[in-house]
């Protein structure tokens, strides 16, 4: 089964600073997917991926396949971006659903 | 837009009630999930369906059931509701089983059991 991890758990930052999430995995996997839930408990999905990079707005996800490491990037971010972001993989096979990590809780101070 | 529907955002029930969870997606997708979310412990599958009367179980079936007769609605059961289940659930569909294809979800139902 894969093993995901994120890191921070939590990252309280200014508004207009740079945010990096990560998140790696242990086994291969077709795609890897960044979720965004807000207080309330709606997702949304950011992105998903399964080689190099993509860019929405302000949002920057890149994933290396050899290194099973991706990052999500916030440029310029803003208070509106606070919520908790999840990384989520599906598997290299068979239709069993998502793996997550336990999510990044970004608080952006105005 | 693709929809996700789930009928409650908040339940309280009682223990040994059994209760319905229903789910609903408006694109013809093929793949539909059950997931919960507990702090500390992320989201887990509970049960999935990747066609109608199809179900296969998740990582956490025990205490769950599943029903899906027709292909746009997925239905969550708790037998007999514990406060154990007591928790955030969501649902999700995509297009394919899960290669390449993007997950919707809905906008989650937090479950209480007293």
Redesign the interface.
């Known amino acids: 089964k894969n093993e995901v991890e994120q890191s921070p758990q939590n990252l309280t930052a200014q508004e207009g600073e740079f945010i990096t999430i990560n998140c790696s995995y242990s086994v291969g996997i077709?795609?890897l997917?960044w979720?965004q839930q807000h207080p309330?408990?709606?997702?949304?999905?950011l992105f998903?991926l399964?080689s190099g990079k993509k860019k929405h707005g302000r949002l920057i996800a890149t994933i290396n396949i050899q290194e099973k490491h991706s990052s999500l990037h916030i440029t310029a971010s803003h208070p509106r971006d606070s919520a908790v972001y999840?990384c989520?993989v599906?598997?290299g096979?068979?239709?069993?659903?998502?793996t997550?990590?336990?999510?990044t809780h970004l608080i952006i101070q105005p | 837009d693709v929809k996700v529907t789930q009928s409650s955002?908040y339940l309280v029930k009682r223990t040994g009630e059994k209760v319905f969870l229903e789910c609903v997606q408006d694109m013809d997708h093929e793949?539909m999930?059950w997931?919960r979310?507990d702090p500390?412990?992320?989201?887990?599958?509970i049960y999935?369906s990747?066609d109608v009367k199809m179900k296969?179980k998740?990582d956490i079936p025990e205490g769950y059931s599943v029903s899906r007769e027709k292909k746009e609605r997925f239905s969550l059961i708790l037998e007999s509701a514990s406060t154990n289940q007591t928790s955030?659930y969501?649902c999700?569909s995509s297009l394919h089983?899960?290669?390449?294809?993007?997950?919707?979800?809905?906008?989650?139902t937090?479950l209480t059991v007293v």
């Open positions: 077709s795609a997917h979720l309330g408990g709606g997702i949304v999905s998903m399964s999840i989520a599906s598997p096979g068979g239709a069993d659903g998502l997550f990590g336990k999510g | 955002r793949n999930f997931y979310q500390g412990l992320g989201l887990r599958l999935f990747y296969e998740g955030m969501l999700a089983p899960l290669l390449y294809t993007e997950a919707f979800f809905g906008q989650g937090r």
